[in-house]
């Protein structure tokens, strides 16, 4: 099988099954967060820009050399299902009727289908998307500006201080 080898970073959003506010929980941001640290630290991918909304995520990601993107998204959503899954068994086993799967292959299903995933071919493409990723929670109502938004790579991008430890400058 070749090698996959990608130049361009990738603007990617996966969506939660019906729009259900399921990440709204902090428990569950922060699964998501602990798994796109972990595929920075495991030399995956360089992560550029990301926020997590109620019901949907954007990452803005590079894939290392010889990293298939759709491996790598594959693995974070299954991953994230997981543990998200694991939580509602012990925790709120009522709500895992809301994602209940007609699928034969799963029994649950939180992320929809065919996530978005678009290769940022310029800079100026780059640049729109990264302020889409940015301003998502102000066009939402949550937060008056991007940075007051705890969930995000905003603050990162106003003042140049990673609190998250993982994040690289898009300009790197």
């Not at 991918?45 to 019901?55: D, E, G, R, W």
């Not at 995520?57 to 299954?78: A, C, G, S, T, Y």
């Not at 034969?104 to 889409?132: A, M, N």
């Not at 008056?144 to 790579?153: E, I, R, T, V």
Request: charged share 20%; aromatic share 16%; hydrophobic share 40%.
């Amino acid at each position: 099988m070749p090698a996959f080898v990608t130049e361009y970073p990738q603007f990617f959003t996966a969506t939660i099954v019906g729009w259900n506010k399921l990440l709204a929980s902090d428990k569950y941001k922060k699964i998501i967060v602990s798994s796109l640290k972990f595929l920075v630290e495991d030399k995956r991918i360089t992560l550029n820009a990301f926020v997590i909304m109620s019901n949907h995520i954007h990452v803005i990601w590079r894939m290392q050399p010889l990293i298939h993107p759709n491996n790598v998204q594959r693995d974070f959503l299954k991953y994230t299902a997981q543990r998200i899954k694991a939580d509602l068994q012990k925790k709120r086993p009522a709500m895992l009727v809301c994602f209940q799967s007609t699928a034969g292959d799963r029994y649950y299903q939180f992320w929809q289908r065919r996530p978005l995933s678009i290769e940022l071919r310029t800079h100026k493409v780059y640049l729109q998307k990264l302020q889409y990723v940015h301003w998502n929670p102000v066009r939402a109502g949550i937060c008056n500006l991007p940075g007051d938004y705890a969930y995000s790579s905003a603050m990162f991008y106003e003042t140049g201080i990673d609190k998250w430890g993982f994040l690289t400058h898009y300009r790197d």
